[in-house]
């Protein structure tokens, strides 16, 4: 089954504000949602602020080959926000003399954007850790992206790829009909050029979002299963596994209201809250930049266009170090999903 | 016309208040209960599976409301809830059924 977007079905829940209004409105009985400000109050982390900014997440555009029913960037082949290499170049600027280590690139599926391998190669001139989320499938797209394996080694890239679940049906319930096997066949491309193999420094992470409206169990005991099965079943390896809580946003949302889940996976989320997991949100040592230049605290405030606080700091070319490690963290109820249970993040669990 | 049953979706979620009565006994039975579920010599995955399985035989639907949304965040598959529910239901047929021995050996008993 292939989805269409929610912009391109002009989907209520394609506006960010239509979004955050369902987050903060009252359960069908009446009563709130504890809000997650006063959890944090509860906790002493009320107002939330950085430790020190080390991940620049750079979201290069939310144009994809896949409209996954997770989402929470509603990607798709339709979407044409993408970043001009001039934001790329205003990007490089702002973090070659710092201290900042790794640059995450996101999308949509990153490599669409024109730009992605010059970005890709002056950003490994400029020494830094170079992530790239990629939903796999995108190797085999089209022929010009064949070759990526071959790149993302060249600059030894790190692999931060999807893949749900081990078994066809879990994963292709999730992704779409077609994407386990065409995972698999690109999670062995990855390997043959090194990825995943003890002495290469290539290094591939898979990342598991439960495919329904349950929360994800351990990291480590999910991770050695899925190590056992993909490397029974097809021979795979790879280093880690990142297990990641869906968040109630966008398409994701959607199929939480359709489904009839959403009071249920937004109160078991309430009730998992962790006061370790909160202090360890990636916010803290992340800020997000969209397509368009625009800074925000994660990818899932830039969804909900939460822009910073400080009006003075919200633009790429108003980069401010000091003043963004001093800023106070916008939040909203979609947070309980990077604070539930082991915690979620880009990273995976975070206690 | 009134909506109580004896059973409750919501009640699962207090199943921590249980203490309230009695908070020591209650403390040993949840540091009990966290300890068996902890990985061990068997993954959690298949402790998850486990307890689905019991949880159709003690027939309890908190319990396979738990364990359903355990499992598959464990990474189970359906194929593998499954078959963990017919083991509950084959030993629960088997139960009955060896029992049938007993029945036979009166009968035989009983008859000339």
């Known amino acids: 089954m292939t989805l269409a977007t929610l912009k391109r079905r002009q989907h209520l829940l394609s506006y960010a504000k239509k979004q955050l209004d369902f987050l903060n409105q009252p359960k069908e009985s009446g009563e709130q949602f504890t809000s997650f400000e006063s959890k944090l109050n509860q906790t002493g982390l009320d107002p939330l602020k950085p430790t020190k900014i080390d991940i620049f997440q750079v979201n290069v555009g939310y144009m994809c080959n896949l409209t996954c029913g997770h989402c929470h960037v509603d990607a798709g082949p339709d979407r044409k926000e993408i970043m001009t290499r001039e934001t790329m170049q205003e990007c490089i600027n702002s973090i070659k003399d710092t201290d900042i280590s790794t640059v995450d690139l996101t999308g949509g599926a990153p490599e669409m954007n024109p730009d992605f391998r010059w970005f890709v190669e002056e950003l490994s001139k400029i020494n830094k850790r170079v992530i790239v989320r990629s939903n796999l499938t995108i190797i085999l797209a089209n022929p010009k992206y064949n070759d990526l394996p071959e790149f993302f080694a060249k600059h030894k890239v790190e692999v931060v790829c999807s893949m749900p679940h081990f078994t066809r049906l879990r994963t292709d319930s999730q992704r779409g009909d077609g994407v386990f096997d065409k995972s698999i066949t690109c999670l062995k491309m990855l390997n043959e050029v090194g990825y995943g193999k003890e002495g290469t420094g290539l290094m591939l992470h898979l990342v598991h979002n439960p495919s329904g409206a349950f929360m994800p169990g351990s990291q480590e005991s999910l991770q050695k299963e899925f190590k056992k099965k993909l490397f029974d079943a097809f021979g795979i390896i790879f280093n880690d596994l990142y297990a990641i809580t869906n968040l109630p946003i966008s398409r994701y949302l959607d199929y939480l209201i359709n489904s009839g889940n959403y009071e249920n996976y937004m109160q078991k989320l309430i009730d998992s809250y962790n006061p370790d997991a909160a202090a360890n949100v990636m916010c803290r040592n992340t800020i997000s930049i969209s397509w368009d230049g625009y800074l925000y605290d994660c990818d899932f405030n830039q969804m909900l266009e939460m822009k910073l606080k400080d009006e003075n700091l919200q633009h790429i070319r108003n980069f401010d170090l000091e003043a963004l490690e001093a800023r106070e963290i916008l939040v909203n109820q979609h947070c309980y999903g990077c604070t539930a249970g082991s915690g979620s993040s880009c990273g995976g669990a975070t206690s | ?112």
């Open chain 2, 1 to 112: 016309m009134s909506k109580k049953t004896y059973y409750n979706a919501e009640d699962l979620n207090k199943f921590g208040n249980i203490s309230e009565f009695s908070p020591e006994l209650g403390k040993k039975f949840f540091d009990y209960y966290g300890e068996v579920f902890k990985e061990g010599e068997l993954t959690e995955r298949e402790k998850a599976l486990i307890a689905l399985a019991v949880s159709h035989t003690v027939q309890c639907p908190y319990c396979i409301d738990a364990y359903t949304s355990g499992s598959l965040e464990k990474g189970a598959t359906e194929g593998q809830m499954m078959e963990a529910v017919h083991i509950a239901a084959a030993i629960r047929g088997g139960a009955s059924l060896v029992h049938g021995v007993q029945m036979m050996n009166k009968t035989k008993e009983l008859l000339m």
